[in-house]
């Protein structure tokens, strides 16, 4: 059987289409990419809630965002779950928690990009006259040695305080500036799952004393202990190895979102 040559203007086709074909496949992948974000509720509430359809316009890419905790944030981009991880506390803090939890990963790889800082809120209920205290006065709360209102200028009654546990920000903030990277401890603590759950416990509870999200806090007009000097939370976003082009496309339409709202 003798094949006939392909005529000219089919071929010419047929390369034509190759052509385009090829040039798709080197075009940047950024262009359709849909990353995925995980972590922090503090950096969710703070930056993507109110911003994302201007991070999406502003860098050309599509987010599918995942907000639970810091640490589960971190976990999931280094088991590839993620593109980014959204943080709101220093990645060192998180990364020695994490060593402890999960040795042996690759945490040299992980890279850190600063989008904005907010300050953790130190809530208590709306009936509490307690309205001021020093942080040396919530370092002893917090270590146990200040147990009741009483000492604040309070009503007598036990303090009891409400954190969120397992690798949430706002406490690893807390613990990372005022008790050394110790964790909290006393004779009333409660632990609860999420930063809702805290902040629901704390509208409840006459004694609670709550660490909580500063938008959370406001949003939902709990009093706050004001103290001579705040405890800001770094809010960032964490890439493992260097960031796509994408990735830096997002991480600086974060940032002039942020800006704005300063």
């Not at 208590?124 to 919530?138: C, E, F, I, R, Y």
């Not at 002893?140 to 954190?163: A, D, F, H, Q, Y």
């Amino acid at each position: 059987m003798i094949l006939k040559p392909t005529p000219r203007p089919i071929r010419s086709l047929i390369f034509a289409i190759a052509t385009v074909l090829a040039m798709m496949a080197d075009l940047p992948q950024a262009l359709a990419d849909q990353l995925i974000l995980q972590g922090s509720t503090t950096f969710n509430r703070r930056i993507i809630e109110p911003y994302e359809a201007e991070i999406e316009a502003s860098s050309g890419h599509d987010l599918t965002v995942i907000p639970n905790r810091t640490m589960l944030g971190i976990i999931a981009l280094m088991e590839g779950r993620a593109h980014m991880a959204m943080i709101s506390a220093s990645l060192d803090s998180e990364v020695e928690k994490l060593k402890k939890a999960l040795p042996g990963l690759d945490y040299d790889r992980l890279k850190a990009f600063e989008i904005a800082s907010t300050r953790v809120a130190f809530v208590v209920h709306p009936s509490n006259s307690v309205g001021k205290a020093t942080l040396d006065q919530v370092k002893r709360i917090l270590t146990g040695e200040i147990t009741n209102w009483s000492v604040l200028g309070g009503k007598p009654g036990p303090i009891r305080v409400v954190s969120v546990g397992g690798g949430g920000g706002v406490m690893t903030t807390v613990e990372s500036e005022l008790l050394g990277g110790k964790p909290v401890r006393g004779p009333n603590i409660l632990y609860v799952r999420t930063a809702l759950q805290l902040i629901q416990i704390v509208e409840q509870e006459p004694n609670a004393f709550g660490m909580a999200q500063l938008s959370l806090a406001r949003q939902k007009g709990l009093p706050e202990i004001v103290t001579e000097k705040p405890i800001e939370q770094t809010l960032s976003l964490i890439t493992l190895g260097e960031p796509t082009a994408a990735m830096k496309a997002v991480i600086d339409a974060a940032r002039r979102a942020a800006e704005k709202a300063m």
